[in-house]
């Protein structure tokens, strides 16, 4: 049971270093990216992706990271279906600009 618990606590240990760190690239000092440099999450409007067009993505489909995700992401997947006649859309992958996971403005 000792060994149960040791591991236990060991995990939780771990667990919550690795939170402290997560998205940064580079040291961390009292919990913020010292480097500056962080590595952009998913799933908020504040790390979406904007094309020219001004529309807005959840995932930048030329990042390989943001790529692999929006893979799963079958509600991403199917927004973009439903708004596969955009003309942002359009405007923005005649631009060379691929974002997936198309997010309605308007809300």
């Known amino acids: ?4 618990y040791m ?3 060991f995990m939780l240990f771990i667990g919550v270093m690795n939170t402290a760190n997560a998205g940064c690239v580079g040291p961390t000092v009292m919990g913020n990216c010292a480097s ?3 590595i952009k999450g998913y ?3 504040n790390d979406s992706y ?3 067009s001004g529309q807005s993505y959840s995932y930048d489909l030329s990042n390989p990271a943001d790529s692999n995700r929006y893979s799963i992401d079958i509600d991403a997947q199917k927004r973009d279906q439903q708004n596969s ?3 942002n859309t359009y405007y923005d992958q005649s631009n ?3 974002g997936g ?3 309605d403005d308007d809300n």
């Open 101 to 103: 996971g198309y997010e």
């Open 96 to 98: 060379g600009q691929y």
């Open 50 to 52: 904007q094309g020219s």
């Open 36 to 38: 500056g440099t962080e």
């Open 7 to 9: 591991a236990a606590t």
């Open 1 to 4: 049971m000792k060994n149960v």
């Open 85 to 87: 006649n955009s003309i």
């Open 43 to 45: 799933g908020s409007s």
